[in-house]
């Protein structure tokens, strides 16, 4: 039998070496974490040192004037954000105020810079400071190989041993045995007695002898490859996850990049886009897109809803009337027609726009082919029209899964269109890995030469070999490619025309007077399918259902709620309206939450809106605008708030040429509210605490906390406006 001193000894030692080798393994990451700052640091650094002074007016909302630092030899945020605020305010032309408001701005740009930058490790500079990154997640590799399969026992050895040191050691003292009382000398056997069977079981001896490998393995240099460069180049997948692992930072480039071939991202990446006629910045991911779309010509961009393909195909748009294109054509269901036009007219300079739809579409295609420019048109219109006798520089079909029936007489048309065109971009967010016969299809409008060589075995290897294998052609990036940061807020103003029964339906409305009715109108068609917002609802579920995300609707009348319920039928939880109780409540949202399969919450916004979590959704359609901004912001807020995992996408469905624009202008009176629905900032959403808010807070002011005269006389100024619109009488 062991000695007591024996059995302290041992066992102190091994709770000891398994706490040192717990520490070795949190050392290793905040290694790696420290490291990829100092990695990080340069590279942001670098950014800042190019970022023009624009930035700033961006981030600001152009509230701040900068031609006194222009003046003053300012040109890059670096430089504003290093600048004392004391310096700034000597500037002639800036007081404390301004200066103050520059230096945090221009830190806000630095930190959302920073939040967006990972340091990539550069194989062909090899910077000391990457070089030092590679080390540590060297070490980092190593520390979890080693540590983490006996973690469970080293946790028990740290809270199990060391509690039953203090009283064993009354058992090894001599002089402390003979004068404790006879409840110390028990306590302190029956403790040693713990220790001594701990010790004696097979598996405690076990993991002496791993811990022991592990400590020495560590201690020891010579597993370590004389080139840390050549060790990630033989696993650079495995180093990039380790990294995001360590540092919480996304995935690597390949992903962003779909898995496109390394000779077409080289090519790609050597392409410089003309952004020229371009108003909008573009995410790096987009930026990649377009270019792969010029690139490779003839193309399908499947990136998942909410990322901006209608920005991408833009910018392929705006590239090549740079160069000198001329004509362009953009086919698309009727529910967004209007929305492309709004799209083109807020995020480039491309000034002819022509419609061809309707019963002037002949006229207006004569119009097209003499002067150039976008023509939007219609898939049921596109069929009505003969084909094109100019040559496209690009045609872009929006929403291309509706041609997926090769006999169609508008998928027809669609292919007889894109023959004319040099360019070809067809656009779906619906995911195509597990119909591949429909994917076939679409590769067989832009590329019949690749369309046979598809093979229904690629898609069942799983996601990622299916894009491989027709990455050539195919370029799609799911949210969680490219939107690795905490889960942003993606706005998105989907603009619906008011014609055909619909239109009469809104006429009634305003020949009447009545406020609310005008506001529902567009819901309120005999037939469903005469229902622009109704048709774009549905459209916006189907491709959140096909991507397996859930959605809430809210709106703030309950018809609306009626008729939405009606139309998604056994898809929509609900309706969750005023007259549910709270208890109720929350019991539908976690029905809603449960649900295995995709679902539509529908809510009233008000009830729905306060008090409840609604992470599960990561899709929210508005069917309406509503008078005060701070309603829609907490409606929004259930679902866009901490526990969130995925981006969430806001669809404001708005009815051109009508009431809905009229409530849009009066709330722009007193705010840049107007602006948040057709015109987004990238380093706005960023950087919210660079921006001035109160604006915002004023006009829930006007609204909300005045007499409810002051609505009603805005609502009844914008009952006039429309009768006079529509050439009804007073």
Known sequence: MSEPSDIVLRSARLAGDAQALLDEHTRARGEVERRHDVARHRAVAATLATLGLDSLREATGDRIRLAPLEAAGFSTVAQVASAAEADLDRIEGIGPQSAAQLVAAARQVGQAVRRATRAQLDVDTRPPEHTDLLVALRDLDLAHQLIEPLRAGLEWAVTTLPPENVASVLATKRLRRLFAGRHRRDEAEAALDRVRQHLAAPTTAELESQVAVARARLADPRWEPADPWDDYLARPVHYNGLLADATGLG???????????????AEIERLELNTALLVTSLRGYQSFGARFALVQRRTILGDDMGLGKTLEALAVLCHLRSAGGTHFA?????????????????????????????????????????????????FDTLRLLPPPPVELAAMVVDEAHFTKNPEAQRTRAVRTWLSRSGHRLLLTGTPMENRVEEFRVLVAHVRPDLAGAIDGTD??????????????????????????????????????????PVADVYRRA??????????????????????????????????????NRKVVVFSFFRDVIDRVCAELGPLAVGPLTGDVAPDDRQALVDAFTAAPEPAVLVSQIEAGGVGLNIQAASVVILTEPQWKPTVEEQAIARCHRM??????????????????????????????????????????????????????????????????????????????LERERLGLPA
Request: net charge negative.
């Open 459 to 500: 898609a069942v290897a799983g996601a990622d070999a299916f894009r491989r294998a027709v990455a050539p052609v195919y370029l799609r990036r799911n949210q969680a490619d490219v939107l690795a940061e905490l889960p942003p807020r993606i706005e998105i103003a989907d603009w619906v025309r008011l014609d055909g």
């Open 251 to 265: 995935p690597d480039e390949v992903a962003i990049q779909g898995f496109a071939p390394a000779e077409i991202v």
């Open 510 to 547: 305003v020949g009447a007077g009545s406020f609310m009715a005008m506001r529902r109108a567009a819901f309120a068609t005999e037939r469903p399918e005469e229902s622009p917002k109704l048709v774009r609802l549905r459209e916006i579920v189907d491709e959140a259902m096909a991507n």
């Open 330 to 378: 953009v086919v698309c269901p009727a529910s967004v027609l209007a929305n492309w036009e709004h799209e083109i007219r807020r995020h480039t300079e491309l000034d002819r726009v022509i419609r061809l739809h309707g019963t002037d579409r002949h006229d207006d295609l004569d119009q097209w082919v003499t002067g150039g420019g976008i023509a939007l048109t219609t």
């Open 643 to 720: 526990g969130q995992v995925r981006p969430v996408e806001v669809h404001r469905l708005l009815g051109e040429g009508s009431v809905d624009e009229r409530m849009l202008a009066v709330l722009a009176t007193k705010s840049a509210l107007f602006a948040e629905y057709v015109r987004q900032s990238e380093m706005k959403e960023a950087s919210p605490e660079a921006v001035d808010v109160s604006d915002l807070a004023a006009v829930d002011d006007l609204v909300a906390d005045l007499p409810e005269a002051t609505v009603g006389s805005a609502e009844q100024r914008i009952v006039a």
